[in-house]
């Protein structure tokens, strides 16, 4: 049987449109002098007691770094538009050493490859490839088997992907190489996003299903059925809320903020106007608190007077802050005023969040755990898979 191919290689992985604005400078740069800059750079990170600010290049490249370096950085950033940050480049210059789009000719100065001008001219054939390398078309799979994702419902696949294929395996390196990957897929518009929320557009739908194979294939129409599954009773779970009686409702709500955590939960009135309002405890670090939670059950728009309605009912019940759920959506000027400077703060948990909450904490709904049985290929083959490239660029420049 065939090993695994080892796949998700360039840590810091980068977007595709940097690498193409840098392998055009490279062109004619000793490589040397590419590695040496990154390293200067390096050694002035600073510390979290003592930061270095890196968001102007026209400022921090004259204030530290001179000669060919600051040369370097300079045409980096002006030619580039003033869109590639020097300071940032570390993962496209990996990246472009990895898949040898530029390589050094025998005097040590880089030279675009073959592979490197059809990266530049976007040949399919070679996108599709690095895409399968990096684990970009994996990643794109999974989305399209969803309506709508937050990038923490697609890091149990992810991270199972990840363990077949790579050698990425903690927490930390599971969130980042799916968060650099899913910027990938987004500037490119195979995917879209609303906040940190991601949905596989058309175009991404469409070259997810142009490079699957049969078995990928089949695994994510099953896994497209179990989320059409899943919005379908979101949907329901939502017409229910408004159909529920109070008292039912009222249930309901103690049952969530009891499952977020909160003690002492109180409801204070009758719910005749669909809402209902709470005085809890919760604990925060080591102190524990009282908060005002008000919920609104109704489709439409809550403004600012109901905030400041609950925000002037927290010094009655001794409250330093609240909560406001609705069924409905928040206005803006509702949310701006929710985190005013000076005030009491009050969280906002507009209809399509509560839904969530209430699917986390499986209220009123429950999860179900179908075993999904997939061979484990790596179990039948000893070939090992070459080791993760450091993030540390002392380990590979001189």
């Not at 390293?39 to 930061?51: F, K, M, S």
């Not at 399209?144 to 697609?154: E, G, I, V």
């Not at 992810?158 to 190489?177: H, M, N, P, V």
């Not at 249930?251 to 499952?259: M, N, Q, T």
Request: proline share 7%.
């Amino acid at each position: 049987m065939k090993p695994p191919t080892h796949k998700v290689r360039t840590p810091i992985f980068p977007l595709y449109s940097e690498v193409r604005k840098l392998l055009p400078i490279f062109e004619g740069v000793p490589k040397a002098l590419v590695t040496s800059m990154i390293q200067a750079i390096w050694e002035q990170t600073g510390t979290p007691q003592n930061p270095v600010d890196w968001t102007d290049p026209d400022k921090w490249i004259e204030e530290r770094l001179s000669g060919e370096h600051a040369g370097l950085a300079r045409r980096i950033w002006l030619e580039s538009g003033r869109t590639v940050n020097p300071r940032h480049i570390y993962g496209a210059y990996l990246f472009i050493n990895q898949f040898a789009l530029a390589v050094p000719d025998p005097s040590g100065r880089y030279r675009i490859s073959q592979e490197g001008d059809r990266f530049l001219a976007e040949d399919p054939e070679v996108v599709r490839r690095l895409d399968d390398l990096e684990g970009l078309l994996e990643l794109l799979r999974i989305l399209s088997t969803k309506d709508r994702a937050r990038r923490a419902d697609l890091i149990p696949e992810w991270g199972a992907f990840l363990e077949q294929y790579s050698r990425y395996g903690t927490s930390s390196t599971i969130k980042d190489t799916l968060r650099r990957r899913v910027l990938n897929l987004v500037e490119r518009g195979l995917v879209a996003r609303d906040g940190n929320t991601y949905w596989a557009t058309p175009r991404g739908l469409e070259y997810a299903a142009a490079t699957a194979d049969v078995e990928a294939d089949r695994k994510q129409e099953t896994m497209r059925v179990v989320s059409d599954f899943n919005a379908r009773q979101r949907d329901t779970l939502r017409k229910r809320l408004g159909e529920m009686p109070p008292y039912h409702f009222e249930k309901l709500i103690r049952d969530l903020l009891e499952a977020m955590g909160y003690e002492d939960v109180t409801v204070t009135k009758e719910s005749g106007d669909k809402g209902v309002d709470v005085v809890a405890t919760v604990q925060f670090g080591i102190t524990t608190i009282t908060e005002v939670v008000q919920v609104k059950r109704h489709q439409g728009t809550i403004h600012r007077p109901t905030l400041d309605q609950l925000r002037g009912a927290l010094p009655y019940h001794k409250a330093i802050r609240g909560t406001l759920i609705t069924t409905g959506a928040f206005s803006k000027g509702c949310t701006e005023a929710a985190l005013f400077p000076g005030a009491a703060p009050i969280g906002l948990i507009d209809g399509p969040k509560l839904l969530d909450l209430l699917m986390e904490h499986e209220i009123g709904i429950q999860k179900r755990t179908v075993p999904l049985y997939e061979l484990d290929d790596s179990f039948f083959t000893t070939a090992e898979e070459p080791a993760v490239l450091s993030t540390d660029p002392a380990d590979e420049l001189p």
